[in-house]
């Protein structure tokens, strides 16, 4: 909530002060532009066209089409230039005209009266997007504000194709689109910005008067992609007044569902007693037919309340809400003419989000291992088809404030997504695995739209699948043993029988797998009643790998020996124990058709009998404080059950046992190190900490690598025995260059992960003299380097004046006495011209640098 100043008091300006460039999509490549600029019709510059550039290659000039004194604002004036044109194919394509000049004297633009006005909009095409026409700007880019005051504008933009919109702050530009030189944002005493989302201008506050450019982009977005913006460069003119803008009173923003009529009333008030005036805009007015209704101009002195309604339709159902722009315009009288009153205003943004009904009538029928769903035809005829979504179990969903389709925090899954409105059945048969007996399914509908727009979801229904079959219930081991292990068999008889499908007398047949998922089961044993659910299986090996069952169940009247069907495949839990330092990591794993919600752990005494140590939810436990090398035997309970009645409940399942010996495997861990390279010392001073309080403080050493190169293997150059240093000088080094790494290593001799690798370079040095005496006196009788570091080889070349070689070496120290290196002469004195490639050490290897320069001779 804020308020902008808006004024009919003249400006100094010559021409161009605000404008943007919007298009519509009257074809698939052909487009409708307008060229909006506001300008002062006081300066008499007249402009029967302008020239569009339309960013393939192509320009015209456009028509002026209107040109309009904007009302209750003082010599300003609204011109319009529309054109037309077929683009080549798709593409994203940058708008842009340009027209001397701008006004004088803009306060952020210096010498603002030679600048160019230049305004720029883009548009892509992009036929798998739609059709793309850009926002409409409804609000005019011309304000006024007052020193001390906070301002706001909106440019009521609004999207004919229901995109989302969204605002950033750009730099004004000028002449071929630079931008302005020397241009700033205005001066503000706390901020200057823009909402990215409401896309409301606010100046916090301005402190000097006088004239102001901003300029924003309007950027559109479709299903996350950005397609196109338009720029608005406006003008805002900052003047002392003392006045009080009006205030509209908070309306929030609301989902109403299609077909419902929506009212509320909007309210503003004046402090000051002045006149106030209410307005709204928004794509909601545009409507035809069904728009939306705002008894407007309201007046009144002081306050005014008017009534917003709408009678909305199916028509209205979209992604992004509708965007209402309600502007609150004060009348203040003005001692200063021209005009004699000036006006405030205020806006406040409601967005209304309208949505599809829920579909109705929603039923689910069981039908052998699978479910039929179906329900009503979903109102809005716009939907493009269902989402079908499954739970195990009921919610109680009942959707939130605004809160369209199935959100994930209920459990449901979307299983099924169906095209056509008229596609009014699913048979869910879980993608051909069938359903589970036992388990209640839950199911929600929701009809989508092509722009994203989710209805309100359905009623939840459920159902669960006939007891016609058995029902698996338990895989237990009783026994642990490689060769006479015992596991026991529960399942739940069949209750929902058809006796003249399946008259009977019935058997059951029990097979058996190694694994979890039953694959090459073997037959185990028959039992040939009805009420025989139990079975203990001996002689078999339940240590070393899990066990899976099946019952199939058959019909065997005489002359009807037939398979009805067979249970789901359930497995044994199946436990793992990982031995680390005075502790077990346990972890299991089960496939079971019911759900399991807890397990305990339970862990063997010294009477040789079954503690409880631990329940937990998921699958892994850590038994700590243990003593290295004894030994601890574990086995696990699983509790759970089917989400339908009738069943036994809870079940309950037991694991293997196992039994492990911890160990010291934990290796302590990685120091955190730190560098310091001092490069004209050729010294590394390399410092560390260990964190002995949350890691293993069972530390014996630190470990300190080091590699000379990127390419070269790091070798150990040193180990700290006193784990309380935490600093290491590496020293009298012929290169700097390298990278480190540290390790820590335990009493047992587990080494720590590595610390993150440091990498050092060098600071090569090489400069030579520019004269030297080779007479004999002991003082500078040789040319050679000033004190040089980090260089390997050099190769320098010595000419006289006349381009003729005296002296070559590949000697880092030179060491050139003056005479000539092929007649061993003394050369004259004179300047000496040299030629000479250092190869300096770095980390990355060797690399030449080329020194040219000269150096006089003087004997005398």
Same mark, same amino acid.
Not at 294 to 321: L, Y
Not at 387 to 396: M, P
Not at 582 to 609: D, S
């Given at each position: 909530?804020?308020?902008?100043?808006?004024?009919?008091?003249?400006?100094?300006?010559?021409?161009?002060?605000?404008?943007?460039?919007?298009?519509?999509?009257?074809?698939?490549?052909?487009?409708?532009?307008?060229?909006?600029?506001?300008?002062?019709?006081?300066?008499?510059?007249?402009?029967?066209?302008?020239?569009? &550039?339309?960013?393939?290659?192509?320009?015209?000039?456009?028509?002026?089409? %209107?040109?309009?004194?904007?009302?209750?604002?003082?010599?300003?004036?609204?011109?319009?230039?529309?054109?037309?044109?077929?683009?080549?194919?798709?593409?994203?394509?940058?708008?842009?005209?340009?027209?001397?000049?701008?006004?004088?004297?803009?306060?952020?633009?210096?010498?603002?009266?030679?600048?160019?006005?230049?305004?720029?909009? *883009?548009?892509?095409?992009?036929?798998?997007?739609?059709?793309?026409?850009?926002?409409?700007?409804?609000?005019?880019?011309?304000?006024?504000?007052?020193?001390?005051?906070?301002? $706001?504008?909106?440019?009521?933009?609004?999207?004919?194709?229901?995109?989302?919109?969204?605002?950033?702050?750009?730099?004004?530009?000028?002449?071929?689109?630079?931008?302005?030189?020397?241009?700033?944002?205005?001066?503000?005493?706390?901020?200057?910005?823009?909402?990215?989302?409401?896309?409301?201008?606010?100046?916090?506050?301005?402190?000097?008067?006088?004239?102001?450019?901003?300029? &924003?982009?309007?950027?559109?977005?479709?299903?996350?992609?950005?397609?196109?913006?338009?720029?608005?460069?406006?003008?805002?003119?900052?003047?002392?007044?003392?006045?009080?803008?009006?205030?509209?009173?908070?309306?929030?923003?609301?989902?109403?569902?299609?077909?419902?009529?929506?009212? /509320?009333?909007?309210?503003?008030?004046?402090?000051?007693?002045?006149?106030?005036?209410?307005?709204?805009?928004?794509?909601?007015?545009?409507?035809?037919?069904?728009?939306?209704?705002?008894?407007?101009?309201?007046?009144?002195?002081?306050?005014?309340?008017?009534?917003?309604?709408?009678? %909305?339709?199916?028509?209205?159902?979209?992604?992004?809400?509708?965007? !209402?722009?309600?502007?609150?315009?004060?009348?203040?009288?003005?001692?200063?003419?021209?005009?004699? +009153?000036?006006?405030?205003?205020?806006?406040?943004?409601?967005?209304?989000?309208?949505?599809?009904?829920?579909?109705?009538?929603?039923?689910?029928?069981?039908?052998?291992?699978?479910?039929?769903?179906?329900?009503?035809?979903? /109102?809005?005829?716009?939907?493009?088809?269902?989402?079908?979504?499954?739970?195990?179990?009921?919610?109680?969903?009942?959707?939130?404030?605004?809160? %369209?389709?199935?959100?994930?925090?209920?459990?449901?899954?979307?299983?099924?997504?169906?095209?056509?409105?008229?596609?009014?059945?699913?048979?869910?048969?879980?993608?051909?695995?069938?359903?589970?007996?036992?388990?209640?399914?839950?199911?929600?509908?929701?009809?989508?739209?092509?722009?994203?727009?989710?209805?309100?979801?359905?009623?939840?229904?459920?159902?669960?699948?006939?007891?016609?079959?058995?029902?698996?219930?338990?895989? +237990?081991?009783?026994?642990?043993?490689?060769?006479?292990?015992?596991?026991?068999?529960?399942?739940?008889?069949? $209750?929902?029988?058809?006796?003249? !499908?399946?008259?009977?007398?019935?058997?059951?047949?029990?097979?058996?797998?190694?694994?979890?998922?039953? *694959?090459?089961?073997?037959?185990?044993?028959?039992?040939?009643?009805?009420?025989?659910?139990?079975?203990?299986?001996?002689?078999?090996?339940?240590?070393?790998?899990?066990? #899976?069952?099946? !019952?199939?169940?058959?019909?065997?009247?005489?002359?009807?020996?037939?398979?009805?069907?067979?249970?789901?495949?359930?497995? +044994?839990?199946?436990?793992?124990?990982?031995?680390?330092?005075?502790?077990?990591?346990?972890?299991?794993?089960?496939?079971?058709?019911?759900?399991?919600?807890?397990? %305990?752990?339970?862990?063997?005494?010294?009477?040789?009998?079954?503690?409880?140590?631990?329940?937990?939810?998921?699958?892994?436990?850590?038994?700590?404080?243990?003593?290295?090398?004894?030994?601890?035997?574990?086995?696990?309970? #699983?509790?759970?059950?089917?989400?339908?009645?009738?069943?036994?409940?809870?079940?309950?399942?037991?694991?293997?046992?196992?039994?492990?010996?911890?160990?010291?495997?934990?290796?302590?861990?990685?120091?955190?190190?730190?560098?310091? +390279?001092?490069?004209?010392?050729?010294?590394?001073?390399?410092?560390?900490?260990?964190?002995?309080?949350?890691?293993?403080?069972?530390?014996?050493?630190?470990? $300190?690598?080091?590699?000379?190169?990127?390419?070269?293997?790091?070798?150990?150059?040193?180990?700290?025995?006193?784990?309380?240093?935490?600093?290491?000088?590496?020293?009298?080094?012929?290169?700097?260059?390298?990278?480190?790494?540290?390790?820590?290593?335990?009493?047992?001799?587990?080494?720590?992960?590595?610390?993150?690798?440091?990498?050092?370079?060098?600071?090569?040095?090489?400069?030579?003299?520019?004269?030297?005496?080779?007479?004999?006196?002991? $003082?500078?009788?040789?040319?050679?380097?000033?004190?040089?570091?980090?260089?390997?080889?050099?190769?320098?070349?010595?000419?006289?004046?006349?381009?003729?070689?005296?002296?070559?070496?590949?000697?880092?120290?030179?060491?050139?006495?003056?005479?000539?290196?092929? #007649?061993?002469?003394?050369?004259?004195?004179?300047?000496?011209?040299?030629?000479?490639?250092?190869?300096?050490?770095?980390?990355?290897?060797?690399?030449?640098?080329?020194?040219?320069?000269?150096?006089?001779?003087?004997?005398?």
């Amino acid at each position: 909530m804020g308020f902008i100043l808006f004024c009919n008091q003249s400006a100094n300006a010559t021409h161009n002060r605000a404008g943007e460039i919007t298009y519509r999509q009257l074809g698939l490549y052909f487009y409708e532009v307008t060229i909006t600029v506001f300008t002062q019709p006081s300066s008499n510059i007249d402009r029967p066209t302008l020239e569009l &550039f339309w960013g393939d290659g192509a320009k015209d000039s456009l028509p002026r089409i %209107t040109n309009d004194p904007v009302p209750g604002v003082y010599d300003v004036a609204r011109i319009t230039y529309v054109g037309t044109h077929n683009y080549p194919g798709p593409a994203t394509y940058t708008l842009h005209f340009e027209d001397q000049n701008r006004n004088a004297n803009v306060q952020n633009i210096p010498n603002s009266v030679n600048a160019a006005f230049y305004v720029q909009s *883009q548009l892509t095409i992009n036929p798998f997007l739609g059709a793309n026409s850009s926002p409409q700007l409804l609000n005019y880019p011309i304000d006024m504000g007052a020193v001390g005051a906070i301002f $706001i504008h909106n440019a009521g933009a609004v999207d004919p194709d229901g995109d989302s919109l969204s605002y950033e702050l750009f730099i004004c530009k000028c002449g071929g689109g630079i931008n302005c030189p020397g241009y700033t944002f205005p001066d503000a005493t706390n901020s200057f910005s823009i909402d990215a989302i409401t896309g409301d201008l606010v100046w916090d506050t301005p402190k000097f008067i006088g004239l102001y450019n901003a300029a &924003f982009l309007i950027k559109e977005w479709r299903k996350g992609i950005n397609i196109g913006y338009v720029e608005r460069d406006m003008q805002i003119e900052i003047i002392n007044i003392n006045n009080d803008p009006p205030v509209i009173v908070d309306v929030p923003d609301t989902c109403v569902e299609a077909r419902s009529f929506l009212s /509320f009333n909007v309210t503003a008030n004046d402090i000051n007693n002045d006149p106030v005036t209410l307005t709204a805009t928004g794509g909601a007015f545009a409507l035809s037919p069904d728009s939306a209704y705002f008894a407007q101009p309201a007046s009144g002195t002081g306050t005014v309340t008017a009534a917003f309604s709408w009678q %909305t339709t199916c028509m209205h159902v979209r992604k992004n809400p509708w965007t !209402i722009s309600f502007k609150a315009k004060d009348t203040h009288v003005n001692n200063l003419p021209p005009p004699p +009153s000036i006006s405030f205003v205020d806006f406040e943004t409601v967005n209304i989000t309208v949505v599809a009904p829920a579909p109705k009538n929603l039923t689910v029928v069981p039908i052998g291992n699978s479910m039929t769903v179906t329900w009503d035809k979903e /109102f809005c005829d716009s939907a493009k088809g269902y989402y079908v979504y499954r739970r195990n179990g009921f919610y109680g969903y009942v959707h939130g404030y605004c809160e %369209t389709g199935v959100p994930a925090y209920t459990g449901y899954v979307k299983v099924a997504t169906l095209q056509g409105i008229n596609t009014l059945t699913f048979t869910d048969n879980n993608n051909a695995a069938g359903l589970i007996p036992g388990i209640d399914y839950c199911y929600m509908i929701v009809a989508w739209f092509a722009d994203g727009a989710e209805s309100y979801a359905s009623d939840e229904v459920c159902a669960q699948l006939k007891h016609d079959l058995p029902v698996i219930t338990n895989v +237990s081991i009783d026994t642990t043993n490689n060769i006479n292990g015992k596991c026991y068999v529960a399942w739940s008889k069949p $209750i929902d029988l058809d006796s003249t !499908i399946t008259p009977g007398p019935y058997i059951y047949y029990l097979y058996r797998a190694t694994g979890f998922t039953g *694959q090459n089961a073997v037959l185990v044993d028959s039992l040939f009643s009805l009420n025989d659910t139990t079975y203990t299986d001996t002689v078999i090996n339940t240590r070393d790998n899990p066990l #899976s069952y099946r !019952i199939d169940f058959y019909n065997n009247t005489p002359g009807q020996y037939f398979k009805v069907g067979s249970t789901q495949v359930a497995s +044994s839990v199946f436990l793992t124990p990982s031995p680390t330092d005075k502790a077990v990591v346990l972890t299991w794993t089960e496939q079971v058709p019911w759900q399991n919600g807890a397990y %305990t752990i339970f862990r063997r005494n010294i009477l040789n009998t079954w503690d409880s140590i631990n329940t937990v939810n998921a699958k892994i436990y850590k038994d700590t404080g243990l003593v290295n090398g004894n030994q601890y035997c574990y086995r696990v309970q #699983s509790i759970g059950g089917y989400s339908a009645g009738g069943y036994v409940f809870p079940i309950v399942n037991y694991s293997q046992e196992v039994c492990a010996v911890p160990i010291d495997n934990e290796p302590p861990c990685a120091p955190v190190m730190k560098l310091q +390279s001092l490069c004209e010392l050729q010294r590394n001073v390399i410092t560390w900490q260990y964190d002995f309080i949350n890691c293993p403080n069972d530390v014996q050493q630190f470990n $300190i690598y080091y590699a000379p190169t990127l390419t070269a293997d790091p070798q150990l150059i040193a180990v700290i025995t006193n784990v309380s240093d935490t600093i290491f000088v590496h020293d009298t080094l012929a290169s700097v260059a390298g990278c480190y790494y540290m390790t820590a290593t335990d009493f047992i001799g587990n080494e720590s992960a590595k610390s993150d690798s440091i990498c050092v370079d060098n600071c090569p040095l090489y400069e030579l003299p520019n004269v030297f005496t080779p007479n004999g006196d002991g $003082i500078n009788d040789l040319f050679h380097p000033f004190p040089y570091s980090y260089v390997e080889k050099i190769r320098i070349v010595i000419y006289d004046r006349w381009g003729r070689e005296i002296f070559t070496t590949e000697n880092p120290d030179i060491n050139w006495d003056g005479n000539n290196q092929q #007649s061993n002469k003394p050369c004259p004195d004179g300047v000496y011209y040299y030629i000479c490639t250092v190869y300096e050490l770095y980390l990355d290897g060797l690399k030449p640098r080329t020194l040219t320069g000269f150096v006089q001779l003087l004997r005398n």
